[in-house]
């Protein structure tokens, strides 16, 4: 459901030309490697049903999603894809694997033994991937279960295994320990399963040649966020615009705000938007007076919030943004402003943020 711009507080802009732009340039960053598409989570909260096309578009054939019913749902957009469901079996659901042609990434040994077993009910040797833990310790194998997978008795596995992968916990911190010894650790399982192509580069994996494997496994740097510490994110891939929608004048002294966190320092000029915590925009974006918030966009000037992020409402201070009218756009995300940059402000990272975006925008896709 889109909602109509004339109804809507804010607009979101998901540019599908910067999207596919920033896939092909993991491509050539990887040299050749196959790179697929992490899409979860309604593709980092830009649209599965747009997202997942507009990488098809610019050579994606493998994707990645966290739950069955994202799976479905990218199945029906894409109906020629493989597609992974990066969570485990989700246990009632086995015939929707095989309904729909989607591939379930086993975790754990009792996965592997649900799906081998479902494998002998239906009578096909389906695919499905193997998870191996190296070091995240959240899903997986580990290295003995793995062994004993691998075994020459169990080499008739009832299922296909058509991919064998791990996930990094640091990658996005250069040179952190762990890294390496992940690395070391998949290399070793991947000597036991010989012949089965291996994944273990999330976005900041895709950097370390040793990482790549033959399936690189991007999902935030396609989205345009920060993926790797201290270097820069590829292209911008969303704006977040917002109508201002009433100008008011407060003289120093007066506060702005619930809790009056935050002090008019002079007279100022406040601007507000219809955008608040409700639509995924933080909280802790907002402003105090001890504390600066996220930057945002009036007149081609950096402004900063006036006080708290509302539920549903945001005050910018618009002192030194020149004249400023209701009707004028401020600009949250965008234009200079990066999805790490209100990150940063809310304390947290822009996974959160991208996957924050709220269903209240009215959502425009260019490109
Ligand atoms: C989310 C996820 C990815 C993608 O990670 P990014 O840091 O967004 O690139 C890759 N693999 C697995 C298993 C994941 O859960």
Redesign the pocket.
């Known amino acids: 459901m889109t909602i109509p711009q004339s109804e809507a507080g804010a607009v979101l802009t998901i540019d599908l030309a910067a999207l596919a732009a920033n896939y092909r340039a993991i491509v050539g960053m990887g040299g050749g490697v196959a790179t697929a598409a992490?899409v979860?989570a309604d593709a980092y909260g830009l649209g599965i049903e747009r997202a997942g096309p507009a990488l098809a578009g610019a050579g994606c054939t493998t994707f990645?999603v966290a739950h069955l019913s994202e799976a479905k749902r990218l199945r029906a957009a894409l109906p020629a894809a493989t597609v992974y469901v990066?969570n485990g079996l989700f246990g009632a659901a086995l015939d929707t694997y095989t309904a729909h042609d989607i591939r379930p990434v086993l975790g754990s040994r009792e996965d592997v033994e649900i799906f081998a077993a479902h494998c002998e009910t239906v009578g096909r040797r389906l695919p499905a991937a193997i998870h191996v833990d190296t070091g995240m310790n959240r899903l997986g194998l580990d290295l003995a279960e793995a062994a004993l997978l691998a075994e020459p008795g169990a080499n008739a596995l009832a299922f296909e295994p058509a991919l064998l992968m791990s996930?990094f916990a640091c990658a996005d911190e250069p040179g952190h320990p762990l890294t390496a010894r992940q690395i070391d650790r998949f290399q070793q399982i991947r000597g036991l399963f010989p012949g089965i192509p291996g994944s273990l580069a999330?976005?900041?994996g895709c950097t370390l040649p040793a990482a790549r494997h033959d399936l690189m496994?991007?999902?935030?740097?396609l989205y345009g966020a920060r993926?790797v510490a201290g270097r820069d994110p590829l292209a911008p891939v969303v704006t977040l615009e917002a109508p201002i929608v009433q100008v008011r004048s407060v003289r120093v002294g007066d506060t702005v705000g619930y809790g009056a966190a935050w002090t008019a320092g002079r007279n100022s000029r406040i601007a507000v938007v219809s955008v608040g915590y409700a639509d995924g925009y933080l909280r802790q974006a907002g402003s105090t007076d001890r504390k600066t918030g996220a930057p945002m966009r009036v007149n081609g000037v950096l402004c900063q919030p006036a006080g708290r992020v509302s539920m549903d409402l945001i005050a910018i201070d618009v002192t030194d943004a020149g004249a400023v009218a209701a009707g004028d756009t401020a600009t949250l995300i965008g234009d200079g402003i990066g999805v790490d940059d209100v990150a940063e402000a809310a304390g947290t990272i822009g996974?959160e943020i991208l996957t924050s975006l709220g269903r209240r925008y009215h959502r425009r896709y260019t490109g």
């Open positions: 992490v979860k990645f990066l996930h999330n976005s900041a496994r991007p999902g935030v740097a993926y996974y």
